[in-house]
């Protein structure tokens, strides 16, 4: 008897099953989703207050995602921003679990945004264009959040740009690329790719590429930590790994590692446009070579060890910087052999003088020594050479002697 029962109960829910699908099935078949367009169109509308439109054609599919697909779109921008949409985009892609909406759960596939170009805009006043986009009326406090959880997300050949007339600045990513592996509240981020080509006043005229790829990352609903144990970087020739790890807010207490490769120190000032010193040997400056361990500390900073190969010197030292609101930084530095000529500008009344760029130096204000096993210049070889050097507001100069 108790397994005839058992029999009828699953033949019953196999049958609410097979009639849910075919249900399913007959909506994507039947029923065209182009018709609720207009309706579409008007919910965000009176949700944001800004224009949407969708001109490509919705599809419906079943993977067995109940999975929505959209063709051109657009989201207006806001008043007094000009008649130019916000975002615009060639393709989009997402999907839910059908059961789980219905116990009040969002479980996502995987969201894939192909073609979008986003446009972000600060006026001078403060104002922003993405304000206000959630509407003016206040959350319920007492309404439960939709538990949400995303197979990933995916961003193809897009484009963001960021205009700020209060500096004023311009800052725009080109090609840019983004994937991220599944995202659920309380579980690590995985996976996460990012890459595209940076462009900014001054840069090279095909900007600066760049990719930077996170295999983990984690960290609390609140964002008050971060936990990433290992990074790999890339911006045009320079390319670094390490990691991350401390808390965050008001107060941040961080420490991480970073090591990057030989890189062309000539060809990455050029990229972001600026000029290397001249130096009497073409090749110095052309191969860079650094490593550090280094922590912040409510606003102090201490890098130490600290390694860096400079063409054919190998350095060793420590960078530190007090808190405060006038710290100056102290640093040590000692080598091992520098041909000094090598550094000398060339004899050229006609060349500029390389300019250290002090304004933009003052909050690094520091002073420090380097010490030198051998130094050479010309004929003449020195050993146990020790320069202080001081860098403030009259710029960069040998510094006093300390008091005994």
Not at 169 to 189: K, M, Q, S
């Amino acid at each position: 008897m108790r397994l005839r029962v058992l029999k009828w109960i699953s033949l019953g829910v196999g049958a609410l099953v097979a009639l849910a699908v075919i249900a399913i099935l007959v909506i994507i078949w039947l029923v065209d989703p182009n018709s609720f367009k207009s309706r579409i169109e008007a919910a965000v509308r009176d949700a944001t207050g800004r224009e949407f439109s969708l001109a490509g054609d919705i599809d419906l599919g079943f993977f067995p995602w109940l999975a929505l697909r959209t063709g051109d779109g657009s989201f207006g921008n806001a008043p007094g921003f000009g008649d130019q949409p916000m975002v615009t985009w060639k393709r989009v892609q997402l999907g839910a679990r059908l059961f789980p909406l219905l116990r009040g759960e969002l479980v996502a596939d995987r969201v894939i945004i192909e073609g979008a170009d986003i446009r972000l805009v600060r006026r001078a006043d403060g104002s922003a264009n993405w304000q206000g986009i959630g509407g003016n009326e206040p959350q319920d406090p007492d309404a439960k959040p939709m538990e949400l959880r995303i197979d990933g997300i995916e961003i193809k050949d897009s484009r963001v740009s960021f205009s700020d007339e209060a500096v004023p600045r311009r800052i725009e990513v080109t090609a840019l690329n983004l994937a991220t592996d599944a995202i659920e509240p309380g579980e690590p981020f995985t996976d996460t790719e990012i890459a595209g080509v940076l462009h900014m006043d001054g840069f090279a005229a095909t900007g600066v590429p760049f990719e930077l790829v996170v295999p983990k990352a984690v960290s609390p609903a609140d964002f008050s930590a971060i936990d990433v144990p290992e990074f790999k970087l890339a911006f045009g020739d320079f390319e670094a790994q390490g990691g991350v790890q401390g808390t965050l807010g008001e107060q941040p207490k961080l420490a991480g590692k970073i090591a990057s490769n030989t890189f062309d120190l000539r060809r990455v000032l050029g990229a972001v446009g600026m000029s290397a010193p001249k130096t009497s040997d073409a090749a110095a400056l052309g191969k860079l070579q650094f490593a550090a361990d280094w922590q912040l500390n409510a606003g102090a900073i201490a890098v130490e060890p600290f390694s860096l190969n400079l063409d054919d010197t190998h350095f060793t030292g420590h960078f530190r910087r007090a808190a405060g609101d006038d710290p100056e930084g102290e640093f040590a530095l000692r080598g091992d052999s520098l041909n000094i000529a090598r550094y000398i500008p060339p004899p050229d009344p006609d060349s500029e003088p390389f300019v250290l760029p002090t304004a933009a130096l003052k909050q690094l204000k520091f002073r420090g020594k380097v010490e030198l096993e051998q130094a050479t210049l010309d004929d003449v070889a020195m050993k146990g050479v020790t320069l202080s050097l001081l860098l403030d507001e009259q710029g960069l100069r040998p510094a006093a002697p300390a008091s005994p």
